[in-house]
Nanobody, 122 residues
Framework: VQLQASGGGLVQVGGSLRLSCAAS????????MEWYRQAPGKQRELVATIGRGGVTNYADSVKGRFTISRENAANTVYLQMNSLKPEDTAVYLC?????????????????WGQGTLVTVSS
């Protein structure tokens, strides 16, 4: 299972970006999908989570500005980021918990995307 993230870039303060992350491979179902971010010199931070049924959770630092959504048929998760601030600058990574139903049994695992850089300039 592979995740491909895209949509990062350079944006001014107050601007918007939309990140996408598509999963591919032998997937029976994808459960929780998440966005993380890691700024230089800082620990990785969980930004937003969405369950298969659409229940969402956000870090306090992005509530009201970021929206996570998903398209189950396309195994894709999105992160709409509005009112961006310099402190949002980071590499954004997506993660997905997946299930594979195989002839030799059921496998559950977590896949990570390669990250996409978001830079917010002041």
């Amino acid at each position: 299972v592979q995740l491909q993230a895209s949509g990062g870039g350079l944006v001014q303060v107050g601007g918007s970006l939309r990140l996408s992350c598509a999963a591919s491979g032998s997937i029976s179902s994808i459960n929780t999908m998440e966005w993380y971010r890691q700024a230089p010199g800082k620990q990785r931070e969980l930004v937003a989570t969405i369950g298969r049924g659409g229940v969402t959770n956000y870090a306090d630092s992005v509530k009201g500005r970021f929206t996570i959504s998903r398209e189950n048929a396309a195994n894709t998760v999105y992160l709409q980021m509005n009112s961006l601030k310099p402190e949002d600058t980071a590499v954004y990574l997506c993660a997905a918990d997946y299930t594979q139903i195989r002839d030799d049994g059921t496998v559950v695992g977590r896949a990570w995307g390669q990250g996409t850089l978001v830079t917010v300039s002041s």
